[in-house]
Every structure is written in C-alpha cells, then in structure tokens.
C-alpha cells in the first residue's frame, strides 16, 4: 500500500484547525441500462446539546426505531472509533456573495460559497453547532454519510427544525473516510447558498498525489433579477395547465390554464434536451453555473507545477443540473465515487447528477487548462482554471474536446476490493414506482406525497434490495439517506448513495440494512423533492 506525498499541498488543507469544508456529490450515467448515478440526502437528526429546537420528533406510526432510541446509539458505539473530536462552529445568515463581478443577496454559511470546508479523519467525532441567523427554520443535512439516525437533520422526522436565533450541536463519530458535503434538508434552502463541502480523510490513505482541488459545482438563480428558490417552485408548482405533453415540458413555453406567474422573470426551462438523460435536461432556467461560486467570467484558479498528481474531489451541489466534466488536454483516472474506493478506469468526461461525487486522479501538463462542467442538455457551462505555466486564461467559452470524448458510467466502474459488497440473496425486495409530472408539478412516489408516517419496513441485519421504476418522462437522481447500495445487476458494482434513474428506465440496487432508524429515500432535485418525490425506509424496533 502506498503512502500519499502532500508536496506544495496548501497549509489550508493541513491546518489543525477543526473547521474545514465539506464535499459535493458527482454523478455515473449507466447507457442502456435506464440509469444515471446521483445523489440527494436528507436527515432530520434529533439533537445533542442543541438550543432553541427540541431533540424529538412527533410521534409516529408504533414498532418503528426511534431516531433517539437505543439501538441507535447501540450502532454508534460500534462506529466510534479513537480519533478526535472535532469542534465546528457554523452561521446561517443572509449575506451578500460576490460570484465573480456579480454581487448577489442570498443565504450562506458565513459570506463564502462554497461554506467554509469541514475536513475530519475517519474515526474522528465531529461536533459542530450551526447558528442560525436565518429568516426560517433550518436544518443540516450530512449528505453521504452513514451517521448516527438523530443527527441526519431532517426536520420533523430525525429532529425538529432549527428555528430563527437557535443554534443546534450535532456530534457523531464519522466512520468513512471520502468526499461528502453538507447541505439544509428544508424546503428549497439547498438551492441558495448553503452548502458546503466534508472532507474525511483516510488515515491510512493509499493514494500518491501532490495537490488536492475540491470542485464544487452548482446551478445558480437567487437574487438575480428578484429570483428565488421559492418563486421558482411557485411558478414550477402552476404546472403546464394540463397540456402535460406525456410527463414532459410543454415546448411552446405558453401560460396555460390563465394561472398568475410569479413576479420576475419566468425560469421554466424550455426545449433543453439530453439524449444522454432521456430526453428532458431539467426544469429549471438558471442563469449562471458555477465552479466552487464563480461564474465563468471570473473563475476560480488552482495552481500546480508540471507534473504534479492532483486528486480532485468533485461534488455536484446543483438543484436541477446534471454537469459533464472534463479537465482540457488531460486524461482522468477516477478512483471513487460517492466517497467509496472503485477499480482505477481512465476516462475523459464524468456525468454528474446532483448530489454525485467523484475523486479523479490528474498528472498535471505544462500550461493554462480549462476545467469545464457543461450543464448537460441546457446549452451553458461552469469553467474553473487549472494554471501550471505561464500564457491567457481560457475564455467563457471553453469547450474542450474532452467533454466529446470517453464518457465513463457507472456500470463501467468496479468496486475496490475493500469496498465490495459480499454476494447474498435479498431478504426483502421493497419496489418504489416514480411518478408524476410537468402538468400538475405532482412528483412523487407511488403516486403519494410525502408523509413522514409513510413507512417502508425493514429489519436490522437483513439485505434489501430496492428496485425504483421510472414510469415519468423526466430523469432523476434518487438518493438514500444513512446507506450505500451497490448495483443488482453488476458484478462488484461500485458503493454509491445517489443514482440517476433515466425515463421509463429500472434502477434495482443491494444494501445492507445495518444503520437503525429512520431514513429518507428522495430524488436529489430539489424541486422534485419539495413537491413530493420522498419517501421513509423505516427499521422495525
């Protein structure tokens, strides 16, 4: 096993400072198979040693975990490991963000975007306490994590929301070292600027690289031209006035049914097709993209020497946008995906759905490269620089011919050895139908909008498998909460969390059930999900 050199690595990154970023999720297109690979978490967690919100829940159907109880905390004796304890401190606030000669009014952990990085070693307890300054309830969401149930931060199911002036601590030990990110599991909140990226490092990493470069990607529309998140969703939410075009946007663009619009311009994306999706791109017109919370006009720049080995971790923290990456003039070895070791696979672009990540491994060229994530389907694109050497920064409009290359999905990918999932027959197939449309903006799953009482059983030590059957015209990314699945229908399939189930396709996936409580199934769009798309996987007590 080979020990990673740090040379030239930034001091920001090896700080002893406990406050450090958290990651985004990438995403694996699956061709042919009715699968995408994506991601979108969201947890209440009730609360230690939180202020002004209450550590329980209401009360729900009986014979279900307790989020609290004490098969919860049973499981987390077993993942507290001997390292560290990690104190953060985070503020929610309303803030002004400069995204690169473009100031904008929004909601942030603290005034950067991304929010300040939270990097820990696995085996390490992290206790950080999120004050909120915010004009709503909040909460904090710990995307890809196999935390313990009360500390998931999902409002009236792990915990009660955090209100305005209160400030909750949540402390679990952090048993997987990877890329993850954290993000509020609270209406439309995610799609304003609270994110941010968790890194969690390996103590015994086997990776040789010499720089690391966390990219996060989003889509961005709040407080542009007196845009929203939430006036967003109310437009989405008129729907097409019944001309649902077969569960997919009407293309003409027109108001039917006479329904008010809400003030603003419209941000009902027209006409945005992917082949590689299925056919619908999204739902949503953003304005700018965006690479670690720059706009393409002023982006953010790494800087390396010629020849360095560079990890990137990439995490997509998009609300409705699936981005292709590629890095101009270099080949990428990817080497994880959703925070989980995979077989080493060169590609040229990855295809990250919302909530995704991957780690890519880079030896640097002597130069000046574009690294472009265009928003698949939806004609645009975020752009960050790589500089080694001297010469002009790649325009707006770079468009490497990588992005046009091998594109690697995720039934490509193997499992590492060590993150295998041992072969065994399911003990409980549970079968979610996906539903909905543009029409009536009625997503969800088996035709039912979400209810916290709604309940999939499972029980401790058994392995389910979860078969999820797109019967829309539009892409999603489903994400499991607590977890990571393999893929039924490949052999060694690399551990995720998040996955994109193409139209009218099947996505049937394996995972242990060995996390107790109460957890969140969802499609990582975030307007998919405020309109319905969410559903609870319960453990009987």
Same mark, same amino acid.
């Given at each position: 096993?080979?020990?990673?050199?740090?040379?030239?690595?930034?001091?920001?990154?090896?700080?002893s400072?406990?406050?450090?970023?958290?990651l985004?999720?990438?995403a694996?297109a699956?061709?042919?198979?009715?699968l995408l690979?994506?991601?979108?978490?969201?947890?209440?967690?009730?609360?230690?040693?939180?202020h002004?919100?209450?550590?329980?829940t209401g009360?729900?159907?009986?014979?279900?975990?307790?989020?609290?109880?004490?098969?919860?905390?049973?499981?987390?004796?077993?993942?507290?490991?001997?390292?560290?304890?990690?104190?953060v401190?985070?503020t929610?606030?309303k803030t002004?963000?400069?995204?690169?000669g473009?100031?904008?009014?929004?909601?942030a952990?603290?005034?950067?975007?991304p929010g300040?990085?939270?990097?820990?070693?696995?085996?390490?307890?992290?206790?950080?306490?999120?004050a909120?300054h915010?004009?709503?309830?909040?909460?904090l969401?710990w995307?890809g994590?196999?935390?313990?149930?009360?500390?998931?931060?999902v409002?009236?199911?792990t915990?009660q929301a955090?209100?305005p002036?209160?400030?909750f601590?949540?402390?679990?030990?952090v048993p997987?070292?990877?890329?993850?990110?954290?993000?509020?599991?609270s209406?439309?909140?995610?799609?304003?600027?609270?994110?941010?990226?968790?890194?969690v490092?390996?103590?015994k990493?086997?990776?040789?690289?010499?720089?690391?470069?966390?990219v996060?990607?989003?889509?961005?529309?709040?407080?542009?031209?007196?845009?929203?998140?939430?006036?967003?969703?109310?437009?989405?939410? #008129? %729907?097409?006035?019944g001309?649902d =075009? /077969?569960?997919?946007? $009407?293309?003409d *663009?027109? @108001?039917? !049914?006479?329904?008010?619009?809400? #003030? %603003?311009?419209?941000?009902?994306? =027209? /006409?945005?097709?992917? $082949?590689?999706? *299925?056919? @619908?791109? !999204?739902?949503?017109?953003?304005?700018?993209?965006?690479v670690?919370g720059?706009?393409?006009?002023?982006?953010?720049?790494?800087?390396?020497?010629p !020849?360095?080995?560079?990890?990137?971790?990439?995490?997509?923290?998009?609300?409705?946008?699936?981005?292709?990456?590629?890095?101009?003039?270099?080949?990428?070895?990817?080497?994880?995906?959703?925070?989980?070791?995979v077989?080493?696979?060169?590609?040229?672009a990855?295809?990250?759905?919302?909530?995704?990540?991957y780690?890519?491994?880079?030896?640097?060229?002597?130069?000046?490269?574009?690294?472009?994530?265009?928003a698949?389907?939806?004609?645009?694109?975020?752009l960050?620089?790589l500089?080694?050497?001297?010469g002009?920064a790649p325009?707006?409009?770079?468009?490497?011919?990588?992005?046009?290359?091998?594109?690697?999905?995720?039934?490509?990918?193997?499992?590492?050895?060590?993150?295998?999932?041992r072969?065994?027959?399911?003990d409980?197939?549970?079968?979610?139908?996906?539903?909905?449309?543009?029409?009536?903006y009625?997503?969800?799953?088996d035709r039912?909008?979400?209810s916290?009482?709604?309940?999939?059983?499972?029980?401790?030590?058994?392995?389910?498998r979860?078969?999820?059957?797109?019967?829309?015209?539009?892409?999603?990314?489903?994400?499991l909460h607590?977890?990571t699945?393999?893929?039924?229908?490949?052999?060694?399939?690399?551990?995720?969390?998040?996955?994109?189930?193409?139209?009218?396709?099947?996505l049937?996936?394996?995972?242990e059930?060995?996390n107790?409580?109460l957890?969140?199934?969802?499609?990582?769009?975030?307007y998919h999900?405020?309109?319905?798309?969410?559903?609870v996987?319960g453990?009987?007590?």
């Open positions: 096993m080979r020990n990673r050199t740090l040379r030239d690595r930034d001091q920001s990154l090896r700080s400072s406990p406050s450090r970023r958290a985004l999720g990438a694996t699956v061709a042919g198979s009715g690979t994506a991601c979108s978490g969201s947890g209440p967690g009730s609360g230690h040693a939180g002004g919100s209450g550590s329980k009360s729900g159907p009986e014979g279900y975990v307790d989020p609290s109880g004490k098969e919860v905390a049973a499981a987390e004796k077993k993942r507290a490991g001997s390292g560290s304890v990690r104190e401190k985070l929610a606030t002004e963000l400069d995204l690169g473009r100031t904008v009014r929004s909601w952990y603290g005034d950067q975007l300040r990085e939270v990097r820990v070693t696995a085996g390490d307890t992290l206790a950080l306490t999120l909120s915010l004009p709503e309830a909040t909460s969401h995307h994590l196999a935390l313990r149930n009360d500390m998931d931060g409002p009236g199911l915990q955090i209100k002036g209160a400030d601590t949540y402390r679990f030990a997987h070292p990877g890329t993850y990110w954290f993000h509020p599991h209406g439309t909140q995610q799609d304003r600027g609270l994110y941010a990226p968790l890194i490092e390996d103590p990493e086997p990776l040789e690289y010499d720089k690391e470069w966390v996060v990607l989003d889509d961005w529309v709040d407080g542009v031209d007196g845009s929203t998140p939430d006036s967003v969703l109310a437009e989405l939410s #008129k %729907g097409m006035g001309h =075009m /077969g569960g997919g946007h $009407d293309m *663009g027109t @108001d039917h !049914g006479g329904r008010d619009t809400p #003030k %603003g311009p419209s941000r009902m994306m =027209m /006409g945005a097709k992917s $082949d590689l999706l *299925g056919g @619908d791109a !999204g739902d949503v017109a953003y304005p700018h993209y965006l670690n720059r706009t393409p006009d002023a982006p953010s720049s790494f800087k390396a020497r !020849g360095d080995r560079i990890r990137l971790r990439i995490i997509n923290a998009g609300g409705d946008t699936a981005f292709r990456v590629a890095l101009g003039g270099h080949e990428m070895t990817v080497t994880h995906t959703d925070g989980f070791p077989e080493h696979a060169k590609t040229d990855l295809l990250l759905g919302m909530g995704e990540r780690d890519v491994l880079v030896t640097a060229k002597d130069g000046v490269f574009p690294l472009t994530a265009a698949e389907g939806k004609k645009a694109a975020a960050a620089v500089r080694t050497g001297g002009a325009g707006p409009a770079a468009r490497p011919r990588e992005l046009k290359g091998r594109l690697l999905t995720a039934d490509k990918l193997r499992a590492a050895p060590s993150a295998a999932l072969a065994r027959k399911p409980r197939t549970i079968k979610i139908q996906l539903t909905g449309g543009m029409a009536k009625d997503w969800a799953f039912k909008p979400y916290p009482d709604q309940r999939h059983p499972v029980r401790a030590g058994e392995r389910v979860l078969v999820f059957a797109n019967s829309t015209a539009m892409w999603h990314p489903v994400h607590g977890h699945f393999t893929l039924a229908n490949v052999a060694d399939g690399p551990r995720k969390d998040t996955a994109v189930i193409l139209p009218n396709g099947t049937t996936v394996d995972f059930a060995d107790p409580g957890w969140m199934i969802h499609c990582h769009n975030v999900s405020e309109a319905g798309m969410m559903t996987l453990y009987r007590a």
